[in-house]
């Protein structure tokens, strides 16, 4: 799956040279132009990295940023215009991993997003109860044993592991693991949730995964 950079910036002009360096480098950008619409795109679409503006017309960026921090680890890029020590500092104690002075050329603020990348993809680790999925060494335990998933498998159980309680429909899940390829009227989403269900309840993992009749599926968070 494509890694997923969330560009909080009301500056289309930043926004769109920005999401054009990005998406040439190979990530899917969503953008937001203030710090409400972004503060809901990131509960929705669970980015791998945000590009936080601090000067946003409804909140301060450094607000946004202890907002996303309080319930996400998710690596924080500030962009400001303001150049002085005791404004940096601040915006790293708010939650920011990195923060760039604007005017900035585009293609460092990719290569620094490279860096963030690279560090949270060296731990993440996502614990639900018993169960522990490595996505960068595509490993997942459930209860101390290794459950052995297909590639597909596995990329589909870290999507909704991604944020468990969340009903996912067919579409939502058939676009984020198989990039919209699946055919009309596939049972493939059906069936690999099945056999992920027949390998979790080999090792007692019953009720993990939760159908939603008509809607979907959820990971559950306990």
Not at 31 to 41: E, F, H, N, Q
Not at 82 to 96: I, S, Y
Request: charged content about 25%; some cysteine; overall charge negative.
């Amino acid at each position: 799956m494509e890694q997923r950079i969330l560009l909080i910036e009301d500056n289309p002009d930043i926004t769109r040279v920005v999401q054009y360096e990005l998406e040439q480098a190979g990530y899917r950008v969503l953008t937001a132009p203030d710090g409400i619409s972004g503060l809901t795109s990131a509960r929705e679409n669970v980015p791998d990295l945000v590009i936080l503006d601090l000067g946003l017309p409804d909140f301060d960026g450094a607000e946004i940023a202890r907002r996303l921090r309080k319930t996400s680890p998710v690596p924080i890029i500030i962009l400001t215009a303001m150049d002085a020590l005791d404004r940096k500092v601040n915006l790293l104690e708010a939650g920011a991993d990195d923060y760039m002075t604007k005017p900035f050329h585009p293609e460092e603020l990719v290569a620094r997003v490279k860096v963030q990348l690279r560090h949270q993809q060296h731990g993440e680790v996502i614990t639900i109860g018993a169960l522990e999925i490595h996505p960068q060494k595509r490993l997942c335990h459930y209860n101390g044993h290794e459950v052995r998933l297909s590639p597909k498998e596995f990329d589909l159980l870290t999507f909704l592991a991604r944020q468990p309680g969340r009903v996912y429909s067919r579409g939502e899940i058939e676009r984020e693991v198989w990039n919209g390829e699946l055919p009309s009227n596939s049972n493939v989403v059906d069936v690999h949730m099945a056999n992920m269900r027949a390998k979790l309840r080999d090792l007692d993992g019953y009720g993990i995964i939760r159908t939603v009749r008509g809607i979907g599926y959820a990971l559950k968070t306990n």
